[in-house]
């Protein structure tokens, strides 16, 4: 058994006692770190509480971004109002040595194709984040090192609000981990067991993933989202893929995964056993691939299902707590908790890599104080930049857009949204801080009325030019939810699917099997987006507003004013509510059209400094 905490193994014990004492005064700043794979970000946890957490794909505007996260590091220390001479320790998400012993492991493979070596070799040569940490940030301070699965457990444990919990991770791999089995108790998590690369649950996903034509380490979503459209037909060839071994463990059989030593996830095999080509990517859509993606989906559901009783088994609990990215798979984790033993589920919402940032912080943070962070249960993820109210105000003004200012009157603002999304307008919402994690929680959310079927199509034609049968989500009222979705707990994150049961037909986000993918808010975490729903309610009956991220297909999550304005006028999206001015399509003035275009035909553009030039 490995006791993961909370005693320093790295940590010199005077400085770790220096740590304590201050950390009594209340004046603990540690900054969580997670880049180098997939989906880089910082946080803070100041004074055991998580004040800021952002993806550095929100300021570069590349999606998943991996590289160093310099400028979500920067955003953490304005956000704590602190200087780098403040930051007591810095936590990274992953061993970089662990991680290299992978990458040398993988170079050896026999057969490997020379640029396949040459890219491992790469990586392997490329400064590891810790030492950047030093050399590009110039921290001379405490860094402590996490395990990767360990940042991920911490991740979801500290936040759940459970005192005990089983702690489940899953992912596509971390150092070397693939899959995790473990228990929090107070401040201290423990790992009983772990299944190593390469087998994989999140491989294995991702290599149907591949298959069906989607992107990898992206569209995951789509095929669990094509699944409910499909038949389990393929389900005894795709168990083939995966060998359930004795207690937590089980099997790839790799003849069928190309990942060790291609750049193809799958093998002919793969191609082979299931008797059809692959998809190619945005070609059309046959029942032949939702059958495949239903079956995938089946066979992961039953691996988790089988793998969680047995994590009970060892470790009995009402509580489970999950991280990881194959713990974005809402389905699955729906299933475990309906048929598994347990009673409730804690998912951590950036369930991703993103993530282990908190986590690793939340981890230090307990190895400086014996104590775990100061949280109850994460109440809210909006810890990302807010808009600035004046910045919004100037770059209107400036470019003479024809707006609306409803400054000093929230009333009036809301009532004038729901009119809209009455008459079935299509609503780019940016208010607030922004969510950190994969999902738009109404702070940059795109919004619509969900009693309208043409609402789906006509998103997907305006701004998101995507697969018309992925589901869009409802955002409904904590306190209606029950009487509309099978649903008696909350559900702040839009990590649960349930059945709709509502009297009112909702057919642009209730999905083919009749289930959605539910966020209920209140006005304690978001106020303004509980008081348009409250209007929307009392104007219609209806507790629930259509809601999906504000973005670009392939593009990140808005985050800036500048951001949002681009993007509603790239799209057609029929009006713009940012913070307290609204826009319609023919208030966009002539130059935000040109720069749009600008930043579409070329990335990188600095398109902030043009803009900046007109405040
Ligand atoms: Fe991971």
Not at 546 to 569: H, K, Q, Y
Request: glycine residues 8%.
């Amino acid at each position: 058994m490995i006791n993961q905490s909370p005693i320093n193994s790295n940590g010199n014990p005077q400085v770790t006692a220096t740590l304590a004492r201050r950390a009594k005064k209340g004046r603990l700043n540690i900054i969580g770190v997670s880049s180098g794979y997939h989906d880089s970000a910082c946080c803070l946890l100041q004074d055991g509480v998580l004040v800021a957490a952002v993806q550095e794909e929100r300021f570069s505007r590349v999606k998943n971004d991996r590289s160093f996260p310099t400028r979500a590091f920067a955003y953490c220390l304005r956000e704590g109002g602190i200087t780098i001479a403040d930051v007591d320790c810095i936590a990274y998400y992953e061993d970089p040595v662990l991680k290299l012993g992978r990458q040398i492991w993988m170079s050896f493979m026999p057969n490997l194709p020379v640029e396949r070596r040459e890219s491992i070799l790469d990586r392997m040569a490329a400064t590891p984040p810790p030492q950047m940490i030093r050399d590009v940030w110039g921290y001379e301070g405490r860094v402590e090192i996490l395990d990767h699965h360990l940042s991920h457990s911490a991740s979801t444990y500290y936040f759940s609000g459970f005192n005990e919990a089983a702690i489940l991770t899953v992912d596509g791999v971390g150092d070397w981990a693939t899959t995790t089995y473990g228990s929090g108790k107070g401040p201290h998590i423990e790992r009983f067991e772990q299944v190593d690369f390469p087998d994989s649950l999140g491989f294995f996903y991702s290599a149907i993933t591949g298959y069906l034509g989607f992107e990898v380490n992206e569209g995951e979503y789509k095929v669990m989202g094509l699944a409910p459209y499909g038949e389990p037909e393929y389900v005894d060839q795709i168990r083939k893929l995966v060998e359930i071994t004795s207690e937590g463990q089980y099997r790839l059989n790799m003849k069928y995964f190309g990942f060790l030593t291609e750049d193809c996830m799958y093998t002919q095999e793969l191609v082979a056993l299931l008797g059809r080509p692959p998809r190619e990517p945005e070609s059309e859509l046959t029942q032949y691939h939702m059958d495949v993606a239903c079956s995938a989906q089946v066979v992961l559901e039953e691996i988790m299902l089988e793998k969680t009783r047995y994590l009970h088994s060892k470790f009995p609990s009402d509580n489970l707590c999950m991280a990881g990215g194959v713990a974005l798979n809402v389905v699955a984790n729906g299933r475990c908790l309906r048929e598994g033993p347990y009673k409730r589920l804690f998912v951590q919402p950036a369930a991703g890599d993103a993530g282990g940032s908190v986590g690793a912080a939340a981890m230090a943070y307990v190895r400086v104080t014996g104590e775990p962070p100061l949280v109850k249960s994460l109440e809210h993820v909006y810890l990302g930049p807010a808009n600035s109210v004046s910045e919004a105000y100037k770059l209107l003004k400036a470019s003479s857009a024809k707006f609306q200012d409803f400054r000093g009157k929230e009333e009036e603002l809301i009532k004038f949204t729901v009119d809209q999304l009455i008459q079935g307008k299509v609503i780019g919402w940016s208010q607030g801080r922004m969510e950190f994690g994969p999902r738009a929680l109404g702070a940059r959310s795109i919004l619509a009325d969900p009693r309208r079927l043409e609402m789906r199509d006509r998103i997907n034609a305006l701004v998101k030019m995507r697969e018309a049968f992925r589901p869009f989500a409802p955002a409904v009222l904590e306190s209606e939810a029950q009487n509309h979705f099978d649903l008696h707990h909350a559900s702040p994150f839009m990590l649960e699917t349930c059945d709709v049961i509502s009297s009112i037909d909702l057919p642009a986000i209730t999905h083919i099997d009749g289930s959605a993918r539910v966020q209920t808010v209140n006005a304690k975490t978001n106020p303004r987006f509980a008081a348009l729903l409250e209007e929307f309610y009392r104007r219609t009956d209806c507790p629930i507003i259509l809601n999906t991220s504000f973005n670009l297909r392939g593009e990140p999550i808005v985050c800036t004013p500048i951001d949002a304005i681009l993007c509603f006028t790239a799209s057609q999206i029929d009006l713009l509510v940012l913070e307290d001015f609204v826009l319609d399509r023919s208030g966009i003035p002539p130059f935000w059209e040109v720069t749009s275009l600008r930043v579409k035909g070329d990335p990188n553009q600095i398109v902030e400094h043009s803009v900046y030039t007109l405040l």
